[in-house]
């Protein structure tokens, strides 16, 4: 079967960090792009960082940049995502989901999707 499993998530203070992990199964990232998305309650879903994998490129929303890292280990089919100075704000349910690698690099046309893991940030 061809699918996503994010993990990482969890319970933290307000300042501190996570990383989550997207991995594929059944498939390989070659010449997809990866996206991370979150759907805080009561919110629609948004787009957090996506990264090509053809050229390693990242996009990040106005609201983690300077403070998420996406990355990409073609080696270990998995695209993570540092977190750093988190917000009450971002606590959300992140998904991760995957495209064709075509330009421009931003959040639009996302296709399969993986389970989401909870993070939730205290202040």
């Known amino acids: 079967d061809v699918q996503l499993q994010a993990s990482g998530g969890g319970l933290v203070q307000a300042g501190g960090s996570l990383t989550l992990s997207c991995a594929a199964s059944?498939?390989?990232?070659?010449?997809?792009?990866i996206g991370w998305f979150r759907q805080a309650p009561g919110k629609e879903r948004e787009g957090v960082s996506c990264i090509s994998s053809s050229v390693g490129s990242a996009y990040y929303a106005d609201s983690v940049k300077g403070r998420f890292t996406i990355s990409l280990d073609m080696a270990k089919n998995t695209v993570d995502l540092q977190m750093k100075s988190l917000k009450p704000e971002d606590t959300a349910v992140y998904y991760c989901?995957?495209?064709?690698?075509?330009?421009?690099?931003?959040?639009?046309?996302?296709?399969?999707w993986g389970q989401g893991t909870q993070v939730t940030v205290s202040s």
């Open positions: 059944g498939f390989t990232f070659n010449d997809y792009v």
């Open positions: 989901a995957v495209r064709g690698d075509y330009r421009p690099l931003d959040f639009a046309k996302f296709g399969l």
